[in-house]
């Protein structure tokens, strides 16, 4: 439990923007980029909340936050919401990240080329095995952990990816936090209890097959009762 | 914008359990299951939802669509709660699953043990690629994509994933709805367009970096002027 509540406290802390509004940023700047590059200059709420599936009701209030509001009649001005909504993301500068685990997943997220179009750049590669240590993987080659201290202060970085086994992730996420690391985003199975000020992202590829369980057993049951979908 | 309208008029055709409701249950099952391991056979909804990391009487609400009331004074049953959860999530039964691309996101998920553990069986992995067509991924051997209609009939799989470049993720999507998956968990960093009555759920893993970045930016702008984080 403890561990759930500090993940929790941790998202807690910051008291201005609601995290379900952060969590929505990046769709809106997803959306605003798509936008941007078909030519529009301008944008309803309405039409922005359609491209990013929310009501518009909950995005006026999300860019309300960001001190955005719009001009009635015309909307936003989308190069301007790009740059609001980018600098509230802090995407106006490369953010140094080491990862830690480099199995399969690890692999996968090393070579994402959506981190570093999205202004994430892997500084450091990080296992303890020692068939692992020393591979080359894109531009970076596998260290130990034990450089973990070097490389996160002489990059500063302050952003850590574990792609651990749960059974080792609690351990490295210690050694993150003590190396100087502040934001975690941990893909092992496993819930991190870290210390106030840190913060924790879990994802949980497996909540997402769940949540389209229930729309596939909703389809059945519909189908089986003769309601249409 | 036609894809993203797409995307959210998938999500958005059943009407009686809010999608951001949904997207909370596999929490809950968790945090129940945290809690029957720890030995608890009831819980209030204040701790429940601490566990969740969400607010209790958001907590309420969300279960109160399922029928779950609680009793006042006492709280949840833990295992009565759990059987409803799962039950709702359609978690009664195994899904299996088909998945197509299989680089290192790809190896990384058929591999991933939370599927099986949570009910999805991967029955198939498919690709173009002929260097990788014919090897051997944990108990499966990649197949070509040609024979995905065969695979999705005879396993009677209704969800896929897609674990392609983006370029490809259109027309794998388009295989997958014609073979008759109706459910889809896309990696791709790509909009997806689908008929109505197919789900898609999207995970961009570079989102959630994007929302540590925020966090980061406003720990860095409160140390400057000197504001406790």
Redesign the interface.
Known sequence: ?RA??S??SG?R??SD?PEAT??R???Y???LH?LAD?GSSTVSSEALA????VGSAKLRKDLSYLGSYGTRGVGYDVAELVLHVSA????GRR?P?VLVGV???G???A?????DE???CVVGLFDVDPARVGERVGEQVVRHLDELDDVVHSARA??GVITTPASAAQDVCDRLVAAGI????NFA?A?LQVP??V?V?K??????????????????ARALTGVP?
Request: charged residues 20%; aromatic residues 6%.
């Open positions: 439990m759930a509540l993940e929790r998202r802390r910051r923007v952060v969590a940023l990046p769709v700047l997803r959306a798509v078909g359609a491209a990013a599936g509230a993301l802090g995407l953010w990240v199995g399969n997943l692999h996968a997220l070579g994402y080329g959506g981190f999205r202004g994430f302050s952003i502040t934001s975690v985003l199975p819930l106030a000020g913060d992202r994802v949980d590829l497996s909540n997402e097959l769940q949540i389209l369980s229930f729309h596939e057993h909703r389809k059945a979908a």
